[in-house]
């Protein structure tokens, strides 16, 4: 009886209970009333769920109290009550994707998982985090497919950004450079004399930027016509906010640099064959002398210099930013200003910057905004010439015997005072040799954005880089290298103006999202230079070139101007599939008139296959994407006025014009082309991106293949009967290949700790295919150009060898110099990479940097030239010695024993000696920050306050290379000026601290 009393209480429970359950229906759309499939509705607390049909629809059984958790990948999730009717839930875009907005051509913004190509981005505080005055250098390592080289040490020195590899042979292969959708320039200038120069973009103050984005392929920099085929920098600047309160942002950076110098040899002194020479009655180049530790000089222990330690000093940089930004009902603004000074570790160097950015946003009407930004830059910069040149102070401090002291720089009656002949004293050099740079430049934007329909949009777009340049050279009466002293002066007008008009529109046609854009491109640059020469200076210490006996003068000015109309359309699909379709149509005024215009295009796919995923396994995988492209892009990659033929000042032997008064001119030698067309590449492109575990990891991987046809060759010989040596054709081919890879993920969070992680790979392969005919060699600066091989490869004097690849000795027990010259190095990397670790606790953030290259071949010109004088740390070894190697005339094993002075001296003849493996791993950055809580800033004027410390270059490993850095580039950023090290300005190893506080 009991048991059947349970039993019918337990029926009677289990019916209530099936009574108070109901049946809830209900709808999930995103904010633009499209249905949502596959969202996720979830009973909350419990494991009970069901998902969204294709019309976003569900229906889920719901007890009374219970709560629904509905959900979708990129959206933000929403907890609600059942209610009685049925539900209409909207989700919204969730706010990590939201984020992901990125700029791309022509400042247009898309979301980044409808993207067709591939593009990184790099926020304004990764930038600020580097302590690099130049934002060139801020990006290094941080970007897959992107490699970038700086020059040298000294202030203001120019670095080179190359994107997935070189792309034409000789025009200018570093990325174009757009700030807020306004191509500028970034020519290396600022030098007169040897060694680098500065690269335009280090005017640019990275404190006013917001973001930049690297657009790689030609499929993402098609839009921007000639110029990007060598891959697009986009720059975005700060704005103001609508409707906030003025804020004061005040920050100040001091640095502390420390040259990092080569080894240098110390235990021996001046002299030949172990023979001291005091540098003062017996001159010497050679530090062959005396064991330091044994020489006595008057019956004393000979005093030990440091010629190096002396003559750098600690480098001091300075960097006050202040900032205001704000907006009112319908406006924003921002305005900057930052100083900039940093003294060089070499004494008198240095580079002073004053920056003045200011940005307005209005709505001028409900549908009508426009904004005006300009930015307006002064730099100063004095630099000491570099490399191996007789006035180069450098060359003269690292190969400087321990046992002389430099110091005083100038004898009793005035004249220089030095160890050897035929050089500075490079104290004498710091007052007496200067090469100084001054800028003004203007960049203006105007910007108009017209909405008159929804779906509809015209922007207009008017912007330009003016900058004048006044660069002065002198070198004082007693130079070594020019004893009665000269003047140079240069004053350089570079205008340039671009105006685009943009009708873009976007309407949605059932599942279809379709997005066509329309435009028109003018663009025109001018540049002016005057330059005079003096020599003979008359007075010395006066300034002025009118003091010069001989006075020679050059002006050059050159415009180019471009016309495009292009056009974009993009499908979207469900948010399933996108297809992407570009065309531009270009006119340049440096191609032959019957070739001045040609058309380019591309074709990109996008797959969204995450989209079709159950949603048990988009739990885990959030998204994913496979995309593909192919383009084929133009390229204008010649001068001004190739076609022409034009008159210079004449050369007849040694008897140079103007001559006593009387000038004189003939044709050029380089043969104007009536003929010339448009380099062209094509560009192959495939890649997969997916975001995994709730977006805590993503990970995206592309593979391209480029060839360039009709490369651009200028200068290129031709039959001497003709009367000329030389004209320009299109006649080059190359290849690029590579593998990029990036890796981003949230390795742990909880709660006040986490650690992000950030990866990049980079892996490009290059082979020039043909030069020109039959040409199978071309000398580009320090490097070759050779049919079958990478772009850039080292060529040059060799060790002999026998067929098995063993060095043949000569009857002293020398190795022999081959009697041609061959490939003896490749400055390509294998690859490069970075990793990126930040990690958070409470208030503070650590952030560690590293970055690394795998080959790539350097030759070191100071080991090159210090062999024969005896001062790299190798030359301590001085023990004779049996150099392994086979002797050529008897074929056996060499058996002689040669000295140290007379083999590293034979080395110095035979340049593969010094071709070292670029190889490096740099901990580059690490960053320490503290924000101060705002509960402590309560009772004082601050809003906000933090304090950073960042070192740089804190540890470097390079096995194979005897420099300090290999990653320098002596003379500057050009095509022909990569991969060699030589006596310049070391970089540093450097200590920050920054304050920053808000208003």
Same mark, same amino acid.
């Given at each position: 009886?009991?048991?059947?009393?349970?039993?019918?209480?337990?029926?009677?429970?289990?019916?209530?209970?099936?009574?108070?359950?109901?049946?809830?229906?209900?709808?999930?759309?995103?904010?633009?009333?499209?249905?949502?499939?596959?969202?996720?509705?979830?009973?909350?607390?419990?494991?009970?769920?069901?998902?969204?049909?294709?019309?976003?629809?569900?229906?889920?059984?719901?007890?009374?109290?219970?709560?629904?958790?509905? %959900?979708?990948?990129?959206?933000?999730?929403?907890?609600?009550?059942?209610?009685?009717?049925?539900?209409?839930?909207?989700?919204?875009?969730?706010?990590?994707?939201?984020?992901?907005?990125?700029?791309?051509?022509?400042?247009?913004?898309?979301?980044?998982?409808?993207?067709?190509?591939?593009?990184?981005?790099?926020?304004?505080?990764?930038?600020?985090?580097?302590?690099?005055?130049?934002?060139?250098?801020?990006?290094?390592?941080?970007?897959?497919?992107?490699?970038?080289?700086?020059?040298? $040490?000294?202030?203001?020195?120019?670095?080179?950004?190359?994107?997935?590899?070189?792309?034409?042979?000789?025009?200018?292969?570093?990325?174009?450079?757009?700030?807020?959708?306004?191509?500028?320039?970034?020519?290396?200038?600022?030098?007169?004399?040897?060694?680098?120069?500065?690269?335009?973009?280090?005017?640019?103050?990275?404190?006013?930027?917001?973001?930049?984005?690297?657009?790689?392929?030609?499929?993402?920099?098609?839009?921007?016509? *000639?110029?990007?085929?060598?891959?697009? &920098?986009?720059?975005?600047?700060?704005?103001?906010?609508?409707?906030?309160?003025?804020?004061?942002?005040?920050?100040?950076?001091?640095?502390?640099?420390?040259?990092?110098?080569?080894?240098?040899?110390?235990?021996?002194?001046?002299?030949?064959?172990?023979?001291?020479?005091?540098?003062?009655?017996?001159?010497t180049s050679a530090v062959w002398g005396p064991l330091m530790d044994t020489l006595r000089i008057n019956g004393k222990p000979a005093p030990k210099y440091s010629p190096t330690d002396d003559f750098f000093r600690t480098g001091v940089t300075s960097n006050s930013t202040v900032s205001v930004e704000g907006g009112g009902a319908s406006s924003g603004y921002f305005l900057s200003y930052s100083y900039l000074t940093q003294d060089g570790t070499v004494p008198g160097t240095d580079y002073k910057r004053h920056s003045l950015f200011t940005k307005y946003t209005t709505r001028i009407y409900k549908n009508l905004t426009s904004t005006f930004q300009f930015n307006y830059i002064n730099s100063k910069n004095d630099r000491s010439p570099e490399?191996?040149?007789?006035?180069?102070?450098?060359?003269?401090?690292?190969?400087?015997?321990?046992?002389?002291?430099?110091?005083?720089?100038?004898?009793?009656?005035?004249?220089?005072?030095?160890?050897?002949? *035929?050089?500075?004293?490079?104290?004498?050099?710091?007052?007496?040799?200067?090469?100084?740079?001054?800028?003004?430049?203007?960049?203006?934007?105007?910007?108009?954005?017209?909405?008159?329909?929804?779906?509809?949009?015209?922007?207009?777009?008017?912007?330009?880089?003016?900058?004048?340049?006044?660069?002065?050279?002198?070198?004082?009466?007693?130079?070594?290298?020019?004893?009665?002293?000269?003047?140079?002066?240069?004053?350089?007008?570079?205008?340039?103006?671009?105006?685009?008009?943009?009708?873009?529109?976007?309407?949605?046609?059932?599942?279809?999202?379709?997005?066509?854009?329309?435009?028109?491109?003018?663009?025109?640059?001018?540049?002016?230079?005057?330059?005079?020469?003096?020599?003979?200076?008359?007075?010395?210490?006066?300034?002025?070139?009118?003091?010069?006996?001989?006075?020679?003068?050059?002006?050059?000015? %050159?415009?180019?101007?471009?016309?495009?109309?292009?056009?974009?359309?993009?499908?979207?699909?469900?948010?399933?599939?996108?297809?992407?379709?570009?065309?531009?149509?270009?006119?340049?005024?440096?191609?032959?008139?019957?070739?001045?215009?040609?058309? !380019?295009?591309?074709?990109?796919?996008?797959?969204?296959?995450?989209?079709?995923?159950?949603?048990?396994?988009?739990?885990?995988?959030?998204?994913?994407?496979?995309?593909?492209?192919?383009?084929?892009?133009?390229?204008?990659?010649?001068?001004?006025?190739?076609?022409?033929?034009?008159?210079?000042?004449?050369?007849?032997?040694?008897?140079?014009?103007?001559?006593?008064?009387?000038?004189?001119?003939?044709? %050029?030698?380089?043969? $104007?082309?009536?003929?010339?067309?448009?380099?062209?590449?094509?560009?192959?492109?495939? $890649?997969?991106?997916?975001?995994?575990?709730?977006?805590?990891?993503?990970?995206?991987?592309?593979?391209?293949?480029?060839?360039?046809?009709?490369?651009? &060759?200028?200068?290129?010989?031709?039959?001497?009967?003709?009367? !000329?040596?030389?004209?320009?054709?299109?006649?080059?081919?190359?290849?690029?290949?590579?593998?990029?890879?990036?890796?981003?993920?949230?390795?742990?969070?909880?709660?006040?700790?986490?650690?992000?992680?950030?990866?990049?790979?980079?892996?490009?392969?290059?082979?020039?295919?043909?030069?020109?005919?039959?040409?199978?060699?071309?000398?580009?600066?320090?490097?070759?150009?050779?049919?079958?091989?990478?772009? $850039?490869?080292?060529?040059?004097?060799? !060790?002999?060898?026998?067929?098995?690849?063993?060095?043949?000795?000569?009857?002293?027990?020398?190795?022999?110099?081959?009697?041609?010259?061959?490939? &003896?190095?490749?400055?390509?990397?294998?690859?490069?990479?970075?990793?990126?670790?930040?990690?958070?606790?409470?208030?503070?953030?650590?952030?560690?940097?590293?970055?690394?290259?795998?080959?790539?071949?350097?030759?070191?010109?100071?080991?090159?030239?210090?062999?024969?004088?005896?001062?790299?740390?190798?030359?301590?070894?001085?023990?004779?010695?049996?150099?392994?190697?086979?002797?050529?005339?008897?074929?056996?094993?060499?058996?002689?024993?040669?000295?140290?002075?007379?083999?590293?001296?034979?080395?110095?003849?035979?340049?593969?000696?010094?071709?070292?493996?670029?190889?490096?791993?740099?901990?580059?950055?690490?960053?320490?920050?503290?924000?101060?809580?705002?509960?402590?800033?309560?009772?004082?004027?601050?809003?906000?306050?933090?304090?950073?410390?960042?070192?740089?270059?804190?540890?470097?490993?390079?096995?194979?290379?005897?420099?300090?850095?290999?990653?320098?580039?002596?003379?500057?950023?050009?095509?022909?000026?990569?991969?060699?090290? %030589?006596?310049?300005?070391?970089?540093?190893?450097?200590?920050?601290?920054?304050?920053?506080?808000?208003?």
């Open positions: 009886m009991k048991n059947a009393i349970l039993l019918a209480c337990l029926c009677v429970c289990c019916l209530f209970a099936f009574a108070q359950k109901k049946s809830v229906k209900g709808k999930v759309s995103d904010n633009t009333g499209a249905p949502i499939a596959g969202a996720t509705i979830t009973i909350e607390g419990t494991d009970r769920a069901t998902v969204s049909e294709k019309d976003g629809s569900f229906e889920i059984q719901v007890s009374p109290g219970e709560r629904l958790v509905i %959900s979708a990948v990129g959206y933000t999730a929403q907890n609600v009550a059942p209610g009685n009717g049925s539900l209409n839930v909207v989700l919204a875009l969730a706010s990590t994707q939201l984020d992901e907005v990125v700029v791309t051509a022509l400042g247009v913004r898309k979301e980044k998982r409808n993207l067709t190509f591939s593009s990184q981005e790099v926020k304004g505080d990764e930038l600020l985090k580097a302590k690099e005055p130049n934002i060139v250098n801020a990006m290094a390592g941080k970007v897959s497919g992107v490699q970038i080289t700086s020059s040298s $040490g000294t202030p203001g020195s120019s670095s080179r950004i190359v994107i997935r590899g070189a792309s034409s042979v000789f025009g200018d292969n570093q990325a174009l450079i757009v700030l807020d959708g306004v191509p500028i320039n970034n020519d290396e200038t600022g030098n007169l004399s040897s060694g680098p120069g500065t690269n335009r973009l280090a005017d640019i103050d990275p404190a006013i930027i917001e973001n930049i984005n690297v657009l790689k392929g030609a499929a993402a920099t098609t839009l921007y016509g *000639s110029s990007g085929a060598r891959g697009v &920098i986009m720059i975005t600047t700060k704005n103001g906010k609508e409707g906030r309160k003025p804020a004061l942002t005040f920050s100040q950076d001091l640095s502390f640099e420390r040259p990092l110098l080569p080894e240098i040899q110390t235990k021996y002194g001046q002299g030949e064959a172990g023979v001291f020479f005091d540098g003062e009655t017996q001159k490399g191996y040149v007789l006035e180069s102070p450098l060359w003269t401090v690292l190969t400087a015997p321990v046992s002389y002291n430099l110091q005083p720089a100038t004898n009793p009656d005035g004249s220089q005072r030095l160890y050897r002949f *035929s050089r500075n004293n490079p104290y004498w050099v710091v007052d007496n040799i200067y090469n100084r740079a001054a800028v003004n430049r203007f960049v203006p934007v105007m910007t108009f954005n017209y909405t008159p329909l929804p779906w509809l949009s015209i922007v207009e777009r008017i912007g330009a880089d003016i900058y004048s340049e006044q660069d002065k050279y002198k070198e004082n009466i007693g130079s070594a290298a020019l004893p009665t002293g000269r003047i140079i002066e240069r004053n350089l007008n570079f205008r340039q103006f671009n105006h685009d008009l943009i009708v873009n529109a976007h309407k949605e046609f059932g599942d279809f999202n379709v997005e066509v854009l329309l435009g028109n491109n003018l663009y025109s640059r001018y540049v002016q230079t005057y330059q005079q020469n003096g020599l003979g200076l008359s007075v010395n210490g006066f300034d002025n070139i009118s003091a010069a006996s001989t006075i020679t003068a050059t002006e050059d000015h %050159s415009e180019v101007r471009k016309v495009g109309f292009y056009a974009q359309a993009n499908v979207d699909y469900k948010r399933l599939l996108n297809l992407s379709l570009t065309g531009r149509y270009d006119g340049s005024s440096v191609l032959a008139k019957d070739n001045s215009f040609y058309p !380019y295009g591309s074709a990109a796919l996008g797959f969204v296959f995450s989209e079709l995923l159950s949603p048990e396994v988009r739990r885990v995988l959030s998204f994913a994407k496979v995309r593909v492209s192919y383009a084929v892009v133009g390229n204008d990659g010649v001068g001004a006025y190739s076609l022409n033929t034009p008159f210079e000042p004449a050369a007849v032997g040694n008897i140079r014009f103007p001559l006593s008064g009387q000038s004189g001119f003939l044709l %050029s030698r380089t043969l $104007g082309n009536l003929s010339l067309k448009n380099e062209q590449i094509g560009e192959f492109e495939t $890649g997969v991106e997916a975001r995994l575990f709730n977006n805590r990891l993503s990970l995206e991987v592309s593979y391209f293949r480029k060839k360039t046809t009709n490369g651009l &060759i200028p200068g290129v010989a031709i039959a001497p009967s003709t009367g !000329y040596t030389g004209t320009t054709v299109n006649s080059a081919e190359m290849e690029n290949k590579g593998i990029e890879a990036l890796v981003n993920a949230t390795v742990v969070k909880a709660g006040k700790f986490s650690w992000d992680l950030g990866l990049n790979f980079t892996k490009i392969n290059n082979k020039v295919l043909a030069i020109y005919d039959d040409l199978q060699q071309l000398g580009n600066g320090f490097t070759q150009v050779i049919v079958g091989q990478p772009y $850039g490869v080292k060529y040059g004097g060799r !060790y002999k060898r026998n067929p098995d690849g063993q060095i043949l000795m000569d009857n002293t027990g020398l190795p022999i110099r081959a009697a041609t010259d061959s490939i &003896i190095g490749n400055i390509t990397p294998d690859w490069m990479g970075g990793m990126n670790n930040t990690f958070r606790y409470g208030n503070f953030s650590l952030s560690i940097f590293f970055d690394m290259k795998k080959g790539g071949d350097i030759e070191n010109n100071v080991d090159g030239y210090g062999y024969f004088y005896g001062t790299p740390k190798a030359t301590e070894d001085r023990a004779p010695r049996i150099v392994p190697g086979i002797k050529e005339s008897t074929g056996r094993t060499n058996d002689v024993m040669v000295t140290g002075q007379d083999y590293f001296r034979r080395l110095n003849g035979i340049t593969e000696s010094v071709i070292q493996d670029g190889t490096y791993l740099k901990l580059r950055n690490v960053s320490l920050s503290y924000n101060v809580s705002p509960s402590l800033l309560g009772r004082t004027p601050f809003k906000a306050l933090s304090l950073t410390v960042t070192g740089r270059n804190l540890w470097i490993h390079s096995p194979h290379f005897t420099g300090a850095d290999p990653e320098v580039s002596s003379f500057g950023s050009s095509n022909g000026s990569q991969g060699i090290y %030589s006596f310049s300005t070391p970089t540093s190893r450097s200590f920050n601290i920054t304050v920053r506080a808000g208003f």
